[in-house]
Structures are given as structure tokens and as C-alpha cells.
């Protein structure tokens, strides 16, 4: 188990970096960068923002399997569904 | 380290200590997996009356269209189509799910895994009392200018994206309004399931060790939690559509009709598994008893019933073959689905092994899960039919689907809950039911509803299309208007069947004889409690040492064997057995 | 009638091992707090809900060629502000909790009550987006990325309200120093629902804000 200090600044440090994230966020846009590469890129410091908040916040790091496998499921089961959608729904057009 | 308030400990905590309740906490308000059981039971069969009715009306529209039904009055094209949404509305949502997951699962899971109650008594209070208020609007929704909803149990759009397109305006959305609280009140419930089953099994009760009752609540539970979801979304869409004009699913102001039918069967496939593995539950649990022999293949089942939970999931467009979804996607569904059948038939071969060479006891409860076996051969079956694009194209839509998912249904659903009913009413009520009715009740039940069904398999056959106010209006289905009047026919007798049924259960409840501990001699643990069980389920928590199937073990005392009794206590020689 | 007790206390003397014996995997399940596995499952049947909704923005999105000039007027300011505020309530709450662990109530009392007060503000910045969104003209008929803005956004704000109403009572509960073993317990699941809904908006704002 870490000691009390450790886990006050883990947990402020997370903070920094979830700001310092959400500044690069905001800068990518407003760079020149060709639309798809910018959309990779936010998408993906979101997707790091969200682990930082869900493994250090939500204390997935130290969850069992089965928690962690309750918590990933649905989210692979939701993304398997957008991906059989896209012929019909995205593509329609 | 802040205290983990350990399990048991929250369970001794929230049940009620033993002092004197009101009759509203103790009645109304209660938090006992019992009582609660007992209310979504009523909630249940109240609706069955509702929805039994509504067969009633259906089939007599079909057989002498331009008639007045009696009882009722004439119905009208538009009312035909609210009296076929409403019927499945019911079926599915209001008596399927509160019988088989609201009421056996939540008399059942605590008891048969050795606890006290559920690990979260008052959601559980306040899931019931969600279904019960989903109820209430849906049947307010009767009551209401321009009818209930009556675009179909399946609510397509853009049919149902539009008040103008079915004249119905609040109907449709108070009927969004209770389905979206009927799936609140099971997602709630569904934790107490899942926690109570995982978390708070008795000592000794290992997972594999628990009665498949449990599995099939638990394994139906989360189908449904993660299966629901992209529904919810969709209602509050299609609610948005209907009341400020928003154009998710309306082709008109840009949006995609498919795409509400999508979000629909994503849920609705597997929904129909949640609502038919717990039949196959209580078939499970009644065979061994009443063949005095393990269920055969008990980890095959398991397995079985997990890999068809993961499959539900991935055969949804079998419903949209011709819906005019991208055909790339026929072929991956079909093949899905035709696999599908294989997890449901390892069950259906273990349940007739099971059956095999056994000594059997053909009291109402077998009676039951016997028929409700065979039945269920039919439905299945007709469902490859169905599962392969090509066929599906000339059989959507026809009452060969119709005749299909009864016969999956209404075998599991109402055959396994009969059964059930049977078999556990001495351990709700503490009374016998009475056998000669039972069996009376089996064979119009048994008999009748293979008559109803069984010509409109013909009449799909025939190009017969669903939902349809006047059969008799096609040239090319004027042949088989005979069959429709035997099914409804049938119906008339099927449903004057039920009767005994109704008075058996209340009669009972008065003047049945009073139930022992252990009627059937059934080796799972709520048997081995008082009929009923007191406050708090058992008086010890009981200590497991076997599974739940231990019939005629060799060299036994007799020929069953308690979870809870060592292998000394039923008689073998040494421990080790 | 009494064979169930007496069965149940002889068999605890003479049962072999072997038949007690829960696998590893069982031992695990069972020591899990109740509430947690309870908090959890519920929050998979919410990644559902919003992962639907999320799902169906995406794909229509892509349907309907980006929706650039639709999703231009978006406050991406108020956005990116509201998204600074949820972030650091998300730190509150953490603290909270850890305050728990420490068993410092005044603190927990302290970070809950900040926390519902950065609750309070991202409802407030979100009001005056939207007020300012409806002044402009953009209604949630405005056109179909609008009628997705205001949902996703609308059945957000409906949970982060449930969440202030949670945090709220636990933390009068937590200043009265009532029932204090069980409000530990609930700062913990409370928290795993606030960063839940956190989480929640930090893909919300690329997806609507940023894109």
C-alpha cells in the first residue's frame, strides 16, 4: 500500500496533467493540422484523460478482473455495435 | 482503512429486526425478497389476464372479421392495431420479465445460494414499485384521446416518429414512458441479482455448485443490463421526435428510420433470451427432482447458456432482413444466428438425457416442463427457418414468425412458469395445490395451444401477413380462413382453461393442505427451510457440501441428497464420496 | 422439521475440506464489498446508455458529411471551461475519499461541499450556454446536430444533478456525523458515479465542441 503523502500527490498530480491535457486539447484545434489527424489527436488525449481519471480516480489500477472486466465490457460491446452500424447507417447516404 | 462492512453484515443489517411492522412495511412497503417476489407475481398475473384478453380480441377479429366480439363490442381497424401492440407490450414487458425474472428470481436467488435476502432489500422494494408505477402508465395509456400505442410491440419509425401517422398521440408516448421505467425497475433489480448470486453465497456454495435456476437469473440479468442501453437512447429520441419535432428517426427532417430499428433489436434479441432462459431454469430445476437423477451435462449447460448470452448479441438483423438494411450484412447474421441454435440445443439433448432411464413422476410441474420441452423443439427449429436470409425473405412478416416466437415463448415463458408455479407454490404459500386441477390445467393448456399455433405456421406458410385487420380481404387467403377459426377456437378453450388455473391458486391459498419443508424431496436449499421460510430465509445459514442434482447417489440412504447434508448425513459409508 | 439446523451444525464439524473449499477466483468474488460490484454494474448499464447515444451522434454525424457548418457555433469556450470545472470536482471528490481514509471528517465534509459547489457552477455555465445557444436561434430543432447537442448534453446535466443531489446529502450526513461508518462507504461509490460522469463529458467535449 503506498503511504498517505504518495497517494495525495498521485491524485493532485493526475489533476495537472488532466489540465495540462485539456490546454493540448484546445491547442491541436488550433493548429494547422489536416482535419482527420486532429480529430486522432484529441480523441486520443481524451481517451488518455479518461484512463487517468478511471484507473487513478476510480481506482481501476487496483480493482480486481472482474470489476475491471465489468467496467470494459460494455464499452468494447458498444463500440462493436457502431462498427456493425457503419455499412447501414453511416454509409447510407 | 475505512471498514468494509462485510457482506453478511449488510445483509443482518438491513433485514428488518424482529419486531412488529405495520401492515404497510410489512405488506406494501416490504424489503423481503419474498414478499416482493410475491407482489411482481401479482403485478404478473394481473397483466396476464389483461393480455390474455387481448388475445381474445385478436383472434376473434381474425376468425369472423366484421363481427362484433363478445364481451366486447366491434373493433376497429385502428383498435386492432393498438389491441396487437398492446398484446405484446404486455406479454413481453408486464408478465414475462415481472414472472420470470421479477417474481422466481426474486424469491428464488437469496434461497438457493443460502442467504438472508438480497444484498440491496430496498432497491429492491424500489424496483417493483418502478414496475408497478410502468404499469400504471401503460394502462392509463388505454384511457387516453386517440387510444394507446398502436405501432406494433417493435414501435418502428417512422410509424411511430409521427402523432399524425397513427393518430395516436399520448398513447405511443406513455407507452414510451413505461417501457423506458419497465427497463429502470430490471436494470435495478438486475444488480440485486447479480450481487446477491456472486457475492453472498453460503459457505461451500461454489459457483459451479449453484442450481442453474441461478444461472439463468444471473445470466439473463446481464444480457438485459448490457443490452439495453442503446434502446434507452433511442426511446428518449423517439420521445423527442414525437413531442418537439426533433428528426432523429424521420427521413423528412433528415433522420434514419433504420436506425430506430437497429437500436430496437440490438436490445430486443437478446431480450427475448433474458426472457426465455429463466423457463428453461424452472424446467432445469423440475426435471432432475421428478426423474430422481442429476441433471445431465450441468457444466455443459453453463457453458451452453454463456456462449448463447455472448451470441444473442451478435444476431439482431435476423429481424431486418428485408428491411432494407446493406445486404453485406445478411450473410454474417445468418450464419450468427443458425449458430445460435446449437448452445439451445445442447440444452434441449440435456434436459431429454436427464429424462432418460429416469423415474419419472408426472405431477403437474413435470407435466409442465415436459411440454413446455416439446413445445419448445417446434419453436426452435422454425427459427433456422427463419435465420437464413433467403427464406426469411418470403416469411418475414407472415404469422410464421408469429407462430415461431410463441412457440419459443410461450413454452418457456408460460409452460416453464407454470411449472414453476407449481412446483414452488408450497414453498411461497406453505400450501399444496391441488393435483387433479393441475393436471386438468396441463392438458387444455398443452392441447390447446398446439391447436392455436399450429395452423398459423400454415397460414405464414400460406403468405398470411402479421398484424393485418381482415384476413378475409385477399383473395389468396380466403382457403385458409378455416384455420383461423380453429385457432381461435382453440384460444376461446385455451384461455376458459386458465380457470382452473386461477382457482387452484387462490382456493389454495385458503384451504390447500398445509405444505411440509421438502414436498418433492428436492435436494436445493429452499427446501431444506420452512414452507414458507421465516424472516431471514434460514434459521442457521445453511453449509453446502454437494451440488444441487445428488439424486439416487449410490449407496445413499435415499435417493436424494440435501446441499446442505455431508455426505455422513445422507448415509455413504465414508466421507469422500 | 428441525433436520435443516441440526444437519446444517453437524455437517460444519465433520465436512472434509475438500468440500468447503472455494476456488480462488470464488474467494475473490465473495470478499468484493457489496456495494462496489452494485455501483459498478450500474455504471456498465449507464456506459451503455451514453455509449448508444454517443454511437448514434457518430454515425449520423459521418452520414451527414461532419456538420462543420452546423457544429461551428458551438461555446467551445464555456465548454472547455465547463470541462475545467468537472476535472477539478473530479479531484474533490478523490479527496474526499481520501479524507475518508484518513478519517479526517471535517475534510470530507470540506471537499463533498466543494464539490457539489463545482457541480452548482457546471450547471450554471451550462444554463448560460444554453440561454445564449437559444438567443442566437439554435434550438434543439435547429437542425440535427443541435437536436444530438442539446440531448447528449440535456441527459448529461440530468446526471451530474443527480450527482450534486447524492453529494449533497452525503454531505449534511457527513457534517452531522451521522450514520459515519456508512457514509465512508457511500463517498466511495458516490465518487465512482461523479467520475463516471465525468468521464462521461470528457468525450462529450471533442465530440461536440472540438469536432
Known amino acids: 500500500m503506498e503511504s498517505v503523502e504518495h497517494g495525495l500527490a498521485r491524485y493532485i498530480g493526475v489533476w495537472v496533467w488532466l489540465v495540462a491535457l485539456l490546454a493540448a486539447g484546445l491547442a491541436v484545434m488550433a493548429l494547422p493540422v489536416p482535419k482527420l489527424a486532429a ?8 481517451s488518455i484523460k479518461a484512463a487517468l481519471v478511471i484507473r487513478n480516480y476510480m481506482h481501476l489500477k487496483y480493482e480486481s478482473l472482474f470489476i475491471i472486466a465489468v467496467a470494459l465490457v460494455p464499452v468494447l460491446l458498444f463500440i462493436g455495435l457502431a462498427i456493425a452500424l457503419i455499412p447501414d447507417i453511416a454509409m447510407h447516404r | 482503512m475505512a471498514e468494509q462492512v462485510h457482506a453478511q453484515g449488510i445483509a443482518g443489517s438491513q433485514i428488518e429486526s424482529h419486531h412488529e411492522l405495520g401492515f404497510l412495511r410489512r405488506y406494501i412497503f416490504s424489503v423481503d425478497h419474498k414478499t416482493i417476489a410475491k407482489q411482481y407475481l401479482s403485478l404478473s398475473l394481473f397483466m396476464a ?9 385478436i383472434r376473434w377479429q381474425l376468425a369472423w372479421p366484421e363481427t362484433s366480439v363478445a364481451g366486447w363490442g366491434y373493433v376497429e381497424p385502428d383498435g386492432y392495431n393498438a389491441i396487437v401492440t398492446m398484446h405484446g407490450t404486455i406479454m413481453v414487458f408486464f408478465v414475462a420479465m415481472p414472472m420470470l425474472l421479477g417474481a422466481f428470481g426474486n424469491f428464488l436467488i437469496p434461497l438457493m445460494v443460502g442467504a438472508g435476502d438480497m444484498a440491496f432489500p430496498r432497491l429492491n422494494a424500489f424496483s417493483f414499485w418502478t414496475l408497478f408505477t410502468a404499469s400504471m402508465v401503460l394502462l392509463a395509456s388505454f384511457f387516453v384521446p386517440g387510444g394507446p400505442a398502436a405501432a406494433g410491440w417493435t414501435s418502428y419509425a417512422p410509424l411511430s416518429d409521427n402523432p399524425l401517422y397513427t393518430g395516436v398521440n399520448w398513447g405511443i408516448n406513455l407507452w414510451i414512458i413505461a417501457v423506458a421505467l419497465e427497463f429502470a425497475s430490471f436494470l435495478m433489480g438486475g444488480v440485486n441479482f447479480l450481487t446477491t448470486a456472486l457475492n453472498m453465497r453460503a459457505r461451500g456454495m461454489t459457483l459451479w455448485r449453484m442450481p442453474l435456476m441461478v444461472w439463468m437469473e444471473i445470466i439473463a440479468a446481464v444480457v438485459f443490463l448490457l ?3 442503446p434502446l434507452v ?4 429520441m423517439l420521445l423527442l421526435d414525437r413531442t418537439i419535432g426533433t428528426g432523429f428517426f424521420a427521413p423528412d427532417r433528415g433522420g434514419d428510420p433504420l436506425l430506430w430499428q437497429h437500436l430496437f433489436w440490438f436490445f430486443g434479441h437478446p431480450e427475448v433470451y433474458v426472457v426465455a432462459l429463466p423457463g428453461f431454469g424452472v424446467m432445469m430445476e423440475v426435471m432432475p427432482v421428478f426423474s430422481r437423477k442429476p441433471i445431465f451435462g450441468y457444466r455443459t449447460i453453463v457453458t451452453s447458456v ?9 444476431v439482431w438483423a435476423h429481424h431486418m432482413f428485408v428491411s432494407g438494411m446493406d445486404p453485406r450484412l445478411a450473410t454474417p447474421f445468418s450464419i450468427t444466428t443458425i449458430l445460435i441454435s446449437v448452445p439451445f440445443a445442447i440444452m434441449v439433448f440435456a434436459m431429454i438425457a436427464t429424462l432418460w432411464r429416469g423415474s419419472i413422476s408426472l405431477k403437474t410441474p413435470m407435466l409442465f416442463a415436459l411440454g413446455g420441452l416439446a413445445s419448445f423443439m417446434l419453436g426452435g427449429v422454425t427459427g433456422i427457418f427463419l435465420g437464413s436470409a433467403a427464406v426469411d425473405i418470403y416469411l418475414h412478416g407472415t404469422y410464421f414468425v408469429v407462430a415461431h416466437f410463441h412457440y419459443t415463448l410461450f413454452p418457456t415463458v408460460f409452460f416453464g412458469g407454470f411449472a414453476g408455479l407449481y412446483y414452488w407454490y408450497p414453498k411461497m404459500f406453505g400450501r399444496m395445490m391441488n393435483e387433479t386441477l393441475g393436471q386438468i390445467h396441463f392438458v387444455l393448456t398443452f392441447v390447446c395451444f398446439n391447436a392455436v399455433f399450429i395452423p398459423l405456421f400454415l397460414t405464414g406458410l400460406a403468405g398470411n401477413p402479421r398484424r393485418i385487420y381482415e384476413t378475409t380481404a385477399y383473395e389468396f387467403l380466403k382457403p385458409v380462413q378455416p384455420l383461423h377459426v380453429i385457432a381461435t377456437i382453440a384460444t376461446i378453450v385455451l384461455l376458459l382453461g386458465q380457470f382452473p388455473f386461477i382457482a387452484n391458486f387462490v382456493v389454495s391459498m385458503f384451504r390447500g393442505a398445509r405444505a411440509p419443508q421438502n414436498p418433492w424431496q428436492a435436494n436445493t436449499l429452499e427446501w431444506q427451510t420452512d414452507s414458507p421460510p421465516p424472516h431471514g430465509n434460514f434459521r442457521t445459514i445453511p453449509v453446502v457440501f454437494r451440488g444441487p442434482y445428488d439424486y439416487t447417489v449410490p449407496a445413499a440412504a435415499q435417493d436424494w441428497a440435501p446441499q446442505s447434508q455431508s455426505d455422513r448425513e445422507i448415509g455413504l459409508a465414508a466421507a469422500g464420496g | ?3 435443516s439446523e441440526v ?19 470464488d474467494r475473490l468474488l465473495r470478499e468484493l464489498p457489496i456495494g462496489k460490484i452494485g455501483i459498478w454494474w450500474f455504471l456498465a448499464s449507464e456506459i451503455m446508455i451514453f455509449g448508444g447515444l454517443i454511437t448514434c451522434y457518430v454515425l449520423m454525424r459521418i452520414a451527414h458529411g461532419g456538420w462543420e457548418a452546423e457544429a461551428a457555433h458551438v461555446k467551445w469556450r464555456l465548454g472547455a471551461a465547463n470541462t475545467l470545472v468537472l476535472v477539478t470536482s473530479s479531484l474533490t471528490m478523490i479527496l474526499a475519499h481520501y479524507s475518508v481514509e484518513r478519517d479526517d471528517r471535517g475534510a470530507v465534509s470540506r471537499y463533498l461541499g466543494i464539490t457539489v459547489i463545482l457541480g452548482l457552477v457546471f450547471l450554471g455555465i451550462k444554463t448560460f450556454e444554453y440561454w445564449s445557444d437559444l438567443r442566437e436561434g439554435f434550438t434543439p430543432l435547429s437542425g440535427m446536430f443541435w437536436s444530438f447537442y442539446y440531448m447528449m448534453t440535456g ?4 446526471h451530474v444533478t443527480a450527482g450534486i443531489v447524492i453529494n449533497a446529502v452525503l454531505f449534511v450526513m457527513a457534517r452531522r456525523g451521522t450514520l459515519w461508518p456508512r457514509v465512508q462507504q457511500r463517498v466511495e461509490f458516490a465518487g465512482l458515479y461523479w467520475h463516471f460522469v465525468d468521464v462521461v463529458w470528457i468525450f462529450l467535449f471533442p465530440l461536440l465542441y472540438l469536432s
Open chain 1, 39 to 46: 480529430l486522432a489527436l484529441i480523441f486520443g488525449i481524451a
Open chain 2, 49 to 57: 389476464i389483461v393480455g390474455g384478453f387481448t388475445a381474445y380480441l
Open chain 2, 227 to 229: 443490452s439495453v442501453g
Open chain 2, 233 to 236: 437512447a433511442g426511446a428518449v
Open chain 2, 306 to 314: 454463456i456462449a448463447a448470452g455472448l451470441l444473442s448479441f451478435i
Open chain 3, 1 to 3: 422439521m428441525g433436520s
Open chain 3, 7 to 25: 444437519s446444517a451444525n453437524a455437517g460444519a464439524g465433520t465436512a472434509s475440506a475438500g468440500d468447503l473449499q472455494s476456488t480462488g477466483s
Open chain 3, 155 to 158: 441527459l448529461h446535466a440530468i
